[in-house]
């Protein structure tokens, strides 16, 4: 079983900050993929930013320069910085995290239960 843990969500004034963070635990036995999802109200769930374990990035472009996705390999956890926050952050984030459970078996992605950003005007 793979499991992730996410926290840093909350309430925030537009033009503020928060740092999200996602630790992967259980049976898995390698990472290729590491990335945050987002999902507002009545909208359907997309990417804001993704690293691999080569570190290469990718960023939805509403957030590009704004936010900071990093990772630390050794505790399988990936970090969103996020600045300047507008109202339109405002969602529910998700952790995904693309990873094998075993050396011979399939590519699987395993998502975490979501926490609450909130950005108000």
């Known amino acids: 079983q793979v499991q992730l843990v996410e926290s840093g969500g909350g309430l925030v004034q537009a033009g503020g900050s928060l740092r999200l963070s996602c630790a992967a635990s259980?049976?898995?036995?390698?990472?290729?993929?590491m990335g945050w999802y987002r999902q507002a109200p009545g909208k359907q769930r997309d990417l804001v930013a993704a690293?691999?374990?080569?570190?290469?990035?990718n960023y939805a472009e509403s957030v590009k320069g704004r936010f900071t996705i990093s990772r630390d390999s050794a505790k399988n956890t990936v970090y969103l910085q996020m600045n300047s926050l507008k109202p339109e952050d405002t969602g529910d984030y998700y952790c995904?995290?693309?990873?094998?459970?075993?050396?011979?078996?399939?590519?699987?992605?395993?998502w975490g239960k979501g926490t609450l950003v909130t950005v108000s005007s």
């Open positions: 259980g049976s898995i036995f390698s990472i290729s993929v």
């Open positions: 690293i691999t374990n080569d570190d290469s990035t």
């Open positions: 995904n995290v693309r990873g094998k459970v075993t050396r011979f078996t399939r590519v699987m992605d395993y």
